[in-house]
């Protein structure tokens, strides 16, 4: 799959430069000087369904990925980041309200009406009664209905789409360029090792699994359309002729522009390099030594890397680096028949729960105040985003939310991890579940398989089953798990208003 090509690109100007009007409907608060000095900017930005290996700052060999590279070698690169749910969805529910998804809302996709509970504050909630200017850019995912979408969630502005998935220029989707799924690690395995000849049967695509079409009537679901709103004017359909990362990485530059002066939290949700895949012929170019879907997939990462390094580019010329705080991470493991992703050196994919489901890229980046150049090999959780960025920012979570993550800062900084190491890390998909106890791990991980332990330490593939010999270990994670389960709500997709969720306790 793999192969030395190195290309060299330069950054799309267009990205870098592009404003675009109108995006602002009411002036922004302008919070005092020694305030705004106080409390840095907040970059957050996620990715969708990139593979583990795939980025050069993983080892990756055939998808140049420079500017992901060069912020991960100015902050600090996790080798053991967590995201909370194998699919899009849950992951982005337990991000955005700090806590397990399970004790609140959802383990799968939501559905047309249903979305992250709406009792739970969110982290955009937090920095906007922190005096912050808030904004979500690309895939929302938390809910289409009126209630759940971004203004009523502590967003000022957004651009971007409601569902789950969008096509990345207008037109229809080739059926080459859909997503499959629904297969076991062996089944996905044979087929990534033996790609089928002959184009796929169109697959069902429930929203609650695979996250497949937009409801009719969304309005910013169909191609070359998205919704653009502040809180004055939201939910308004747009047109979109651009590739639609570059769109994104357009419209994050703008508001990085027209908010240089009042702390800001940017939300910058790309769907790449989710299917279907659509590079243009830019990006394609790229890589003439490629082909099939590990080309299209290769040009769709390589525009994503463009994105992101225009953020940074606009963050610098601004003189803004030190003032902001960068979290960069995606959203589950790589798909890797689905769109050709590498998650090297995991077994497992996208839809289950071995560790290439579950273990993702991950980097913070904060010039002047969080050394560069730092490789952390303690267990961290997509959970910590949200303690961590509030405490960078001086600001208290939302009263009577008691966040499951931890705050990384005084780790960052040289400060101990052992509260890191000695954590458990739970997941729990519909029927499947597992639990991480230092380099423990015990997973019941998909159909067709048992549950089964394993020492991450030796054997980070998951080949090597040890339940059978240490049967004391397995009575003790069960235990555990049980325990935290018994917090949550019952395993369930998203079918359905979601119901109250138990008290908001560890």
């Not at 070359?224 to 990362?245: A, F, I």
């Amino acid at each position: 799959m793999r192969c030395v090509t190195k290309v060299t690109f330069q950054l799309a100007c267009l990205c870098a430069a592009v404003v675009s009007a109108g995006a602002t409907a009411r002036a922004q608060p302008q919070p005092d000087a020694k305030k705004a000095a106080r409390r840095p900017n907040v970059v957050l930005i996620i990715t969708d369904d990139l593979g583990y290996g795939d980025v050069g700052f993983q080892g990756c060999q055939d998808i140049p990925t420079p500017h992901l590279d060069a912020l991960a070698a100015g902050g600090v690169r996790f080798t053991n980041a967590y995201v909370t749910g194998p699919i899009c969805g849950p992951t982005r529910a337990g991000l955005m309200s700090g806590r397990y998804q399970q004790r609140h809302s959802y383990d799968g996709n939501p559905g047309p009406n249903t979305g992250l509970n709406l009792s739970e504050k969110t982290l955009a909630d937090a920095f906007k009664a922190g005096g912050y200017w808030t904004m979500a850019i690309g895939k929302w995912h938390l809910g289409g209905g009126p209630d759940y979408r971004p203004w009523k969630r502590g967003f000022d502005e957004f651009f971007g789409f409601y569902g789950a998935m969008h096509s990345y220029v207008p037109g229809e989707v080739a059926l080459g360029a859909r997503m499959v799924f629904e297969k076991t690690r062996k089944e996905r395995d044979a087929l990534a090792k033996n790609p089928p000849k002959d184009q796929p049967t169109p697959p069902k695509e429930p929203p609650g699994l695979g996250g497949g079409p937009a409801p009719k009537g969304l309005i910013g679901s169909v191609p070359g359309k998205l919704v653009r709103g502040t809180t004055d004017k939201p939910n308004e359909e747009v047109e979109e002729p651009e590739y639609l990362t570059d769109a994104f990485a357009r419209e994050a530059v703008g508001f990085i522009d027209r908010n240089r002066a009042a702390p800001f939290f940017l939300y910058l949700a790309f769907n790449a390099s989710h299917s279907p895949l659509q590079p243009t012929k830019k990006y394609l170019d790229r890589f003439p030594k490629l082909d099939g879907k590990r080309k299209a997939y290769a040009a769709t990462t390589s525009a994503l890397d463009d994105a992101v390094g225009a953020v940074v580019a606009k963050l610098r010329a601004l003189g803004l680096e030190e003032d902001t705080v960068i979290y960069f991470i995606n959203d589950n493991g790589g798909p890797i028949d689905d769109i050709a992703a590498n998650n090297a050196p995991l077994g497992g994919a996208k839809f289950s729960l071995w560790e290439g489901g579950i273990r993702v890229p991950a980097v913070v980046s904060w010039k002047g105040k969080v050394a560069g150049k730092q490789v952390f090999d303690a267990p961290v959780s997509s959970l910590d985003a949200f303690p961590t960025l509030l405490a960078a920012a001086g600001l208290d979570a939302p009263k009577g939310k008691v966040p499951d993550g931890i705050n990384l800062l005084p780790s960052l900084k040289g400060g101990p991890t052992a509260e890191l190491k000695e954590r458990a890390l739970y997941w729990r998909f519909n029927e499947f579940w597992a639990v991480r106890s230092g380099d423990w791990k015990l997973v019941f991980p998909e159909r067709g398989e048992k549950v089964q332990l394993f020492d991450l330490a030796k054997d980070v593939a998951e080949e090597h089953d040890l339940s059978e010999k240490h049967p004391e270990v397995v009575a003790r994670l069960t235990a555990s798990w049980k325990a935290w389960n018994e917090k949550n709500l019952p395993a369930k997709g998203a079918d359905g208003p979601p119901k109250q969720p138990n008290p908001e306790k560890k």
